[in-house]
């Protein structure tokens, strides 16, 4: 089984410049690293014209999928027939997206057959990092 699971999604643009209607965007998930999730706009939808990542909680994901969540520079709520909005705040500004509802619970659909929700911490590495740690100190 890989160790990273990627997944493209169509997210509509909604307050950000440059306005686009839609922007390919994709949702990426590590089993090292399996808390986070990262979501990546390629570089014509960004203020900057480079490639942007977010990466942030997959349970944040999981829970605004169904209620409104995020107190930080991530924000997720449900919106409509099968939309969830996502909110990315940055000192530049704010962009505002919708993703279709059924391809978020696909994806992480697919990162709990990787990696169960509840045993994260099964798949940290810790013991395997100290070790490092101490070979280096």
């Given at each position: 089984?890989?160790?990273?699971?990627?997944?493209?999604?169509?997210?509509?643009?909604?307050?950000?410049?440059?306005?686009?209607?839609?922007?390919?965007?994709t949702l990426?998930?590590?089993?090292?690293?399996?808390?986070?999730?990262?979501?990546?706009?390629?570089?014509?939808?960004?203020?900057?014209?480079?490639?942007?990542?977010?990466?942030?909680?997959?349970?944040?994901?999981?829970?605004?999928?169904?209620?409104?969540?995020?107190?930080?520079?991530?924000?997720?709520?449900?919106?409509?027939?099968?939309?969830?909005?996502?909110?990315?705040?940055?000192?530049?500004?704010?962009?505002?997206?919708?993703?279709?509802?059924?391809?978020?619970?696909?994806?992480?659909?697919?990162?709990?057959?990787?990696?169960?929700?509840?045993e994260e911490?099964?798949?940290?590495?810790?013991?395997?990092?100290?070790?490092?740690?101490?070979?280096?100190?």
């Amino acid at each position: 089984m890989s160790n990273v699971i990627e997944q493209a999604v169509e997210a509509r643009l909604v307050a950000a410049a440059p306005r686009m209607p839609t922007i390919p965007a994709t949702l990426a998930y590590d089993r090292s690293d399996p808390f986070a999730v990262r979501m990546t706009f390629p570089a014509p939808a960004t203020l900057e014209n480079v490639e942007v990542c977010w990466t942030f909680a997959r349970d944040l994901l999981a829970t605004g999928l169904r209620k409104p969540c995020g107190l930080g520079d991530v924000r997720i709520r449900p919106y409509g027939y099968d939309r969830t909005v996502l909110e990315f705040h940055a000192p530049e500004g704010t962009a505002v997206v919708h993703v279709r509802g059924h391809e978020l619970r696909r994806f992480l659909a697919r990162t709990e057959k990787s990696v169960p929700r509840g045993e994260e911490c099964l798949y940290l590495g810790l013991d395997e990092d100290l070790a490092a740690l101490l070979r280096e100190a």
